[in-house]
């Protein structure tokens, strides 16, 4: 029997698809398009019935526009800025999210990003590997205690509060600044509330990011926002790119403003080649070398985490297709 429907993966995807078969079974056909950009998806998705994205390009109102059927559009991952949510409201579609997807992933990154940020490890694993100096601990000093530092965690969601819960289990005072989180929740997790940016950035031995991506938290911490951290401080994004302007990183590596930088989402991926924050990282001669921790986007990745995400965007679709209500709608 010819399935019901057609469901479209946009991206990233390009496996044999068993998730999502397993899930939607006969009820519908599964194409992986493996593109790379919003161009290629001309031809190809028009007659969708259901519409998963990951996070390799965008779905802007020029191919939303040309949906005939679609009936969902799931973002498989926790942002949704890469889908003009607006306009598919205008069209009727529902754009829905995953949530509660590598929760621990993410957290587990940044966590250690800081720890090997903080415990000089990258550090003097990248210096004595170029062979500069002494073998010994002095290329990492000056280190400071974890252990009663502040942890400045800007957003407290699913992932802002499993970072917190982590920042406690080192014995670090964590603090948090999130302007749309109802009061009651640093009662609850035992940790700290500030009532301003500034304020956090001030007193943060590290800063880590878990923040959406939106109008407001574009560019949040750019260069101003990094002269106001306290000098020797660490910085941790595994939120989204778009939230920190990495055109400041170099220098502020270079003038010790920062002690070192973990980076594991960027504004554009993969960088271009003559990225400044690229280049500053690749040269041996720039403290950005040592300093500076890039990850191609990978804090969301394990094996089991990605097979729950997978079947979790194929069991919106399959309730969609059904005319199910849908969960964690986002337009």
């Not at 943060?204 to 260069?223: G, Y």
Request: aromatic share 4%; net charge neutral; with cysteine.
């Amino acid at each position: 029997m010819a399935a019901a429907y057609e469901v479209v993966i946009t991206d990233l995807i390009d496996d044999d698809l068993e998730p999502e078969r397993e899930v939607l079974g006969e009820l519908a056909r599964v194409t992986a398009l493996h593109a790379r950009s919003e161009a290629e998806l001309a031809g190809r998705i028009e007659r969708a019935d259901a519409v998963i994205l990951y996070h390799e390009l965008a779905l802007t109102e020029a191919t939303i526009g040309r949906l005939e059927r679609c009936r969902v559009i799931v973002r498989g991952g926790v942002g949704f800025d890469n889908v003009d949510r607006p306009f598919a409201r205008r069209r009727g579609i529902p754009v829905t999210n995953v949530p509660d997807y590598g929760t621990e992933e993410v957290a587990d990154s940044a966590l250690a990003m800081l720890l090997a940020l903080g415990r000089g490890v990258h550090l003097a694993n990248s210096v004595l590997r170029a062979g500069q100096g002494d073998w010994s601990y002095e290329r990492a000093v000056p280190l400071l205690r974890l252990r009663g530092g502040v942890l400045g965690l800007v957003g407290l969601g699913r992932i802002g509060t499993a970072m917190a819960m982590r920042g406690k289990a080192l014995g670090m005072d964590v603090a948090f600044y999130d302007p749309y989180k109802p009061d009651g929740y640093d009662k609850s997790l035992g940790i700290r509330r500030v009532e301003t940016l500034d304020e956090l950035l001030a007193q943060s031995l590290a800063v880590s990011l878990h923040c959406p991506l939106s109008d407001e938290t574009l560019h949040l911490i750019e260069v101003r926002a990094i002269a106001k951290m306290r000098r020797g401080a660490y910085l941790v994004n595994t939120a989204r790119g778009g939230v920190v302007d990495c055109r400041a990183l170099p220098e502020a590596l270079a003038s010790g403003q920062l002690a070192g930088a973990g980076i594991d989402v960027l504004e554009q991926e993969p960088p271009r080649p003559d990225d400044p924050l690229l280049q500053a990282w690749r040269d041996p001669q720039h403290p950005a070398h040592h300093r500076l921790i890039l990850n191609p986007h990978l804090a969301w990745y394990c094996r089991e985490g990605q097979r729950e995400l997978r079947r979790k965007t194929a069991e919106t679709c399959r309730r969609a297709l059904l005319g199910l209500p849908l969960r964690n709608v986002v337009n």
